[in-house]
């Protein structure tokens, strides 16, 4: 007899097993890989409450000050008396201005001056200039995987001990300069801290969160095959908690029929004839601000867990993602165009960590001639194809699949490199051959 999966109970076991360990154990650090829409932030939180609860002051280090200042707002959230400091840079406009609002959360650039506080929140850049301090017993690492090491080396030692938490299928950290000349090496300053970490201290525990709460069953098998075969997670939810619908019938346009396939089967592929283009391939941007426009004028709404009624999926909730800076900026001004405003419209990098009802991708393949190491990377596509609640079109030029079959692999072989699995030829594979399932073929 099978055991029905309960993803409740599977998370919190698992959350239970990591506080544990960062509470009560012996280790210097903790590592937590944990899929798309896991619950990263809410386990931070939580284990920064455990903490300061338990008598440990700690600090956390986050690697961009919009995370920094969503922890502050979230523990203020959880524990309005928590004392919490949010050290900041000496720019004119450091921090979101909400942070003025909460009587909890005392501000400053000298760490000098949150000495005492429960907790101190800060970037990983602002925190190694940090010194002469006594050291904190305890330190939360968040977004561990998007840290450098030499970041990590920065700041190791201002802290005892570490609970490091990150997504693993997520872009590589980013580096301005080239780093071939480390590679190999265990003290390449360009791979990920918890990359390094693990590789100079194998025994240290390492959990994983089980489950995404954020991706429906019809996208969390993908996500998992493709993305994260050693660390497999499951949806929250299941087949038929949530529904994406339109107030208005289709007219019969490629953009209609994709997105009501989309609505039906989670994934949407609006394929537009074989061509070679330009990297802001205008029919494709326009496919994309179309297929955008239609969702909102046909008065997309969404059911799911989190409410009662359905909702409306407004433009707020809609994103699109691109590969280039160039093609989002097009993107933007096709949809302004259209008269479409409020929708987020960024490159990977930049759509990390957020969160959608409905995502519109424009695939890093279509109309290239040829596939860049760039544009295979595993994370970006990751990114791209793991942000939507409810469902992802993917805008795409007809031959990507032939174009990997054709593309060798130039990049040199280095040794002592470890190399990351799926490659992002395989990825593109899996995710092309689901996408094929739920094509739609356009020609604008």
């Given at each position: 007899m099978s055991t029905v999966f309960d993803p409740g109970a599977a998370a919190a076991r698992a959350t239970g097993a990591i506080l544990d360990d960062t509470l009560r154990g012996s280790s210097r650090g903790v590592v937590v890989d944990s899929p798309p829409g896991a619950g990263k932030s809410t386990l931070v939180v939580r284990a920064a409450l455990e903490l300061a609860a338990a008598g440990h002051p700690l600090m956390v280090i986050a690697?961009?000050?919009?995370?920094?200042?969503?922890?502050?707002?979230r523990l203020a959230e959880k524990d309005p008396e928590l004392p919490v400091g949010r050290l900041h840079s000496s720019d004119s406009d450091p921090y979101d201005k909400v942070l003025d609002g909460l009587a909890n959360v005392t501000k400053s650039a000298k760490a000098a001056d949150l000495a005492g506080l429960d907790v101190v929140i800060s970037t990983a850049a602002k925190w190694a200039h940090v010194k002469n301090v006594e050291p904190w017993g305890h330190a939360i690492v968040d977004e561990a995987y998007q840290m450098r090491s030499d970041a990590l080396l920065a700041v190791a030692g201002l802290f005892e001990r570490a609970l490091f938490v990150g997504d693993p299928g997520q872009l590589d950290p980013f580096s301005i300069v080239g780093a071939d000349q480390w590679a190999g090496l265990s003290y390449d300053p360009s791979a990920s801290a918890v990359s390094t970490l693990l590789a100079h201290n194998p025994e240290l525990p390492q959990h994983r969160l089980p489950v995404s709460w954020?991706?429906?069953?019809?996208?969390?098998?993908?996500?998992?095959?493709?993305?994260?075969?050693?660390?497999?997670?499951?949806?929250?939810?299941?087949?038929?908690?949530?529904?994406?619908?339109?107030?208005?019938?289709?007219?019969?346009?490629?953009?209609?029929?994709?997105?009501?396939?989309?609505?039906?089967?989670?994934?949407?592929?609006?394929?537009?004839?074989?061509?070679?283009?330009?990297?802001?391939?205008?029919?494709?941007?326009?496919?994309?601000?179309?297929?955008?426009?239609?969702?909102?004028?046909?008065?997309?709404?969404?059911?799911?867990?989190?409410?009662?009624?359905?909702?409306?999926?407004?433009?707020?909730?809609?994103?699109?993602?691109?590969?280039?800076?160039?093609?989002?900026?097009?993107?933007?001004?096709?949809?302004?165009?259209?008269?479409?405003?409020?929708?987020?419209?960024?490159?990977?990098?930049?759509?990390?960590?957020?969160?959608?009802?409905?995502?519109?991708?424009?695939?890093?393949?279509?109309?290239?001639?040829?596939?860049?190491?760039?544009?295979?990377?595993?994370?970006?596509?990751?990114?791209?194809?793991?942000?939507?609640?409810?469902?992802?079109?993917?805008?795409?030029?007809?031959g990507v699949a032939d174009l990997l079959d054709e593309h060798p692999s130039t990049e040199p072989v280095q040794l002592g490199v470890t190399v990351k699995f799926p490659d992002g030829w395989e990825a593109n594979h899996a995710v092309l051959a689901h996408l094929a399932e739920h094509k739609v073929r356009w020609k604008p």
């Open positions: 690697q961009t000050n919009a995370q920094v200042d969503d922890l502050v707002v954020r991706l429906p069953a019809s996208a969390a098998p993908l996500v998992s095959d493709a993305f994260y075969p050693y660390t497999p997670f499951r949806s929250g939810t299941d087949h038929g908690d949530r529904k994406l619908s339109f107030g208005v019938a289709s007219d019969g346009s490629g953009p209609d029929r994709v997105l009501d396939e989309a609505a039906e089967s989670g994934w949407g592929l609006l394929e537009l004839p074989a061509r070679h283009t330009p990297r802001t391939d205008p029919e494709a941007v326009r496919a994309v601000a179309l297929v955008v426009r239609r969702l909102l004028d046909r008065g997309g709404v969404a059911t799911s867990e989190r409410a009662g009624e359905p909702v409306p999926v407004t433009a707020d909730r809609v994103a699109v993602g691109t590969a280039h800076r160039d093609q989002a900026a097009a993107v933007r001004a096709a949809l302004a165009e259209l008269g479409v405003t409020g929708v987020a419209v960024d490159t990977a990098n930049r759509l990390q960590g957020r969160e959608f009802d409905v995502t519109v991708v424009l695939h890093p393949l279509s109309g290239r001639p040829d596939a860049t190491a760039f544009h295979l990377e595993t994370g970006r596509l990751c990114v791209l194809a793991s942000r939507h609640r409810h469902a992802c079109v993917v805008v795409c030029r007809e």
